[in-house]
DNA sequence: TGACAATGAATGAACGTTCATTCATTGTCG
DNA sequence: CGACAATGAATGAACGTTCATTCATTGTCA
């Protein structure tokens, strides 16, 4: 039988919060074990040091990144997808917490080589995934532009990186809705300009 | 007669190399001296702490942003404006360590309100600059799209942060003429969304 | 009782910061 | 000029603290 608490995900649950409050290396082992209501010496029966859990955070955010692009592949229209694919981050208890934990991934693979393989991986995979999302989206048949589906797709993810940078500028008193509600609002002005027929176009 | 060298300068040219490999906070203070090539004790005849330092280096960072929109605002047309807000970062002797810096900072504004405040200073005078290189442009006078000037402006930007957020990920073996290479084509396409009149869009 | 989960005091390395000390340079006086 | 005093840039060992990690001990069930 699996004991009443999985204590793998109670430390990593406790990590995210501490890494976003005070990022991975200002986090001390102390802070989350205090986070999770547990002691020091227990993390180390889970994970085997501190960069574990660093690495183990990482592969929940490849799996997090898989499930919402399996999401956006199933949306009707390919602006839905989009919009799913910039609010993801928004939907969980608190955006904040994801966008600066994921700003600080991008810090840590700027030198721990180990970590910027793991993020360009999870990068590939999502962007192949909306080219082809792209690719073979109705919307596609008549563009007003010359782009291709993997130039499209670079130009989205940017995008979606970029307003998540400028998330973490944001002070704490901005609601989750709100956040949710730029970020909408991006990804809509992004796919006007992007996939407006051009009769529509036309008389906007 | 001044010093042979500016020691406040020699430090923070030390540092900026030091923070983009390690970070600011696995920074120490002896690396910093060490890749200056001086005493520990020195850094602090010219800093209070080690927050000073990093408060030097956002200033820093703060008036090479406006030398670079001063230079865009005087580019003969909008598209060369953009190529070299996109490319500003490249033309440095190493681009990946202004990269990895502003990836840096931005995770560090996460966490301390005074240096969000300082980068959100940074970014809205930024804006407004570009907000007002778009108004002016006679790309605007037959837009395409029904987006204002601030709107446009704020894509860019994002883009141009999504943009440095994937530099981090590169390989050093990527030359910075590579790295140039690839914003420039960025920034173009952007640019041929965002401002191709309707009659070239026709037929492209 | 035995097996394992959980604790938290102990350890030693590394950190930011301080400060007594050194010494080349500059200023002063005879 | 030469002898000596004064300066302050520069040093790096030392300090107090914090941290990741370890492990002897205690608690908890079957």
């Known amino acids: 039988m699996e004991p009443a608490v999985d204590r793998r995900t109670q430390i990593l649950e406790a990590a995210i919060l501490c890494f976003a409050r005070k990022g ?14 547990i002691s020091v010496g227990l993390i180390y029966r889970y994970f085997e040091n501190k960069e574990a859990v660093i690495g183990a955070m990482a592969d929940r955010h490849k799996s997090e990144i898989h499930a919402v692009l399996e999401r956006a592949r199933q949306a009707p229209t390919l602006l839905e997808s989009l919009e799913i694919m910039f609010t993801a981050h928004c939907c969980e208890n608190s955006p904040q917490v994801l966008s600066a934990f994921v700003v600080d991934l991008y810090a840590e ?3 721990n080589p180990q970590v910027a393989d793991l993020v360009r991986d ?3 995979t999502a962007m192949n995934g909306v080219t082809d999302l792209i690719a073979r989206s109705p919307e596609m048949v008549n563009p ?4 291709k589906p993997q130039e499209l797709a670079e130009l989205i993810f940017a995008v979606a990186r970029g307003m998540l940078m400028r ?8 609601t989750a809705a709100e956040r949710r509600a730029r970020q909408l ?4 002005r992004l796919w ?10 036309a008389y906007a």
């Not at 609002?185 to 809509?188: H, Q, S």
């Open 144 to 147: 007003t532009h010359d782009l």
């Open 109 to 111: 693979a700027a030198r």
């Open 122 to 124: 999870i990068l590939q």
């Open 185 to 188: 609002e991006v990804a809509r």
């Open 24 to 37: 991975f290396h200002e986090t001390s082992m102390h802070d989350i074990s205090a986070e999770a209501g």
């Open 192 to 201: 006007r300009l992007l996939f407006k027929t051009e009769s529509e176009a």
């Open 167 to 174: 998330d973490v500028l944001q002070p704490q008193e901005m």
